[in-house]
């Protein structure tokens, strides 16, 4: 059976007795805890000890960091840092859960240090906590830097082992519980899952079926009233592209929506236009020019970009009338609209309006209903 293996980091001397007890601590989880001094590291013999001590951190699944008064052995790699120092990166950069105990003498230390380290006094202070003067400040950096990571950075003071092995207890126990509530919403998940695909499969058989009773009934005027059910709702599919339902609900981008004449709208003839050139006779939309930024003008680009913005607002409703991301909306415009009839333009519209306006206000929903439909 895959045990959890939790590597231990700290520095030894001082903190040897903690770390036998974590040691027993985590072995009564059933984990398998790796410390350097028991053997648990392969040293590979073409590696420095301390890279061996790095590379056995990415084979681990949680990480134990203790910070006490000592600095400890120089990294290496980076005599800036010690080996505990580069052990705890090693694991930040794997995203396993970190759990970091700072001992209360320390914190206190390194609070006094915080509200004076500005002042030209602060290096003749002397911390009682820090065994080697010279190594406080590099030590309180390296607090600094695992509370101001902006994830896993949970920071436990301790007095002794007790203090340790109650919190461990209580982070362990909340992980646990965590993975059984994360598996209970993956499978609710799947079951919703299951039932949208249901719900899909059901949509298509009803619109199969009937499709097939229209058939039946009338096979000719059944035809042509699916043919235009299909087309209704890709010119629908369009206006809502184009239109924002948004700027429907908001009513202050899109025109003055109570003034909004949907049949006169409805009867602007498409054909024969690109899809912006009907969107600009519309009377809703205008060409505008957006201004190259730096980057643009660093590529080489000269000429300010076309675009669509609304009559009404300054903000442009599409950058570049030509993106490749247009492309669906061109598509649909050439399939359906410039083909389509007022009355079925005029239906689409109404149907967009009934469906948002109501967020907007009751007035405008009335104006709509009341309207007449030819």
Wanted: proline share 3%; aromatic share 12%; glycine share 4%.
């Amino acid at each position: 059976m895959a045990t959890p293996k939790v590597f231990i980091s700290s520095t030894c001397f001082d903190l040897g007795e903690i770390r036998e007890q974590l040691t027993r601590f985590v072995r009564s989880y059933g984990f398998d805890p790796i410390l350097s001094e028991h053997g648990d590291v392969f040293y590979k013999p073409e590696f420095h000890t301390h890279e061996s001590c790095i590379h056995e951190v990415s084979n681990c699944h949680l990480f134990i960091l203790i910070i006490g008064g000592r600095f400890g052995g120089e990294y290496v790699s980076d005599k800036s840092k010690s080996i505990t120092n580069a052990e705890y990166s090693a694991a930040r950069q794997t995203n396993m859960p970190v759990f970091t105990y700072i001992k209360n003498n320390l914190l206190s230390n390194h609070n006094l240090y915080q509200k004076n380290k500005k002042h030209a006094f602060a290096a003749n202070i002397e911390y009682p906590a820090i065994e080697k003067q010279e190594h406080a400040v590099d030590i309180f950096k390296f607090i600094d830097e695992v509370r101001r990571n902006p994830t896993n950075n949970a920071i436990e003071g301790f007095d002794n082992f007790q203090g340790i092995e109650n919190h461990l207890r209580k982070q362990w126990a909340g992980m646990f519980f965590d993975l059984l509530r994360s598996r209970e919403i993956a499978a609710q998940m799947d079951v919703t899952n299951q039932l949208i695909s249901g719900i899909r499969t059901s949509s298509q058989k009803l619109e199969d079926l009937v499709k097939s009773l229209y058939i039946s009934s009338n096979k000719v005027d059944a035809e042509k009233e699916i043919a235009s059910i299909e087309v209704i709702s890709d010119i629908e599919s369009f206006y809502e592209s184009v239109l924002h339902p948004n700027w429907i609900k908001d009513g202050k981008y899109l025109l003055n929506i109570e003034n909004f004449d949907l049949i006169k709208i409805s009867k602007i003839s498409p054909s024969k236009k690109k899809w912006h050139e009907y969107l600009v006779d519309t009377g809703l939309f205008r060409y505008d020019q957006f201004p190259l930024d730096v980057d643009d003008e660093a590529q080489g680009f000269s000429d300010a970009v076309t675009c669509l913005a609304t009559i009404e607002s300054n903000s442009f409703f599409m950058i570049g009338i030509e993106d490749e991301e247009n492309q669906e909306i061109s598509s649909i415009f050439q399939r359906c609209i410039q083909s389509s009839s007022a009355k079925q333009r005029e239906k689409a519209l109404r149907r967009i309006f009934e469906k948002y306006a109501a967020f907007s206000s009751k007035k405008i929903l009335n104006k709509i209903n009341n309207s007449p439909f030819d």
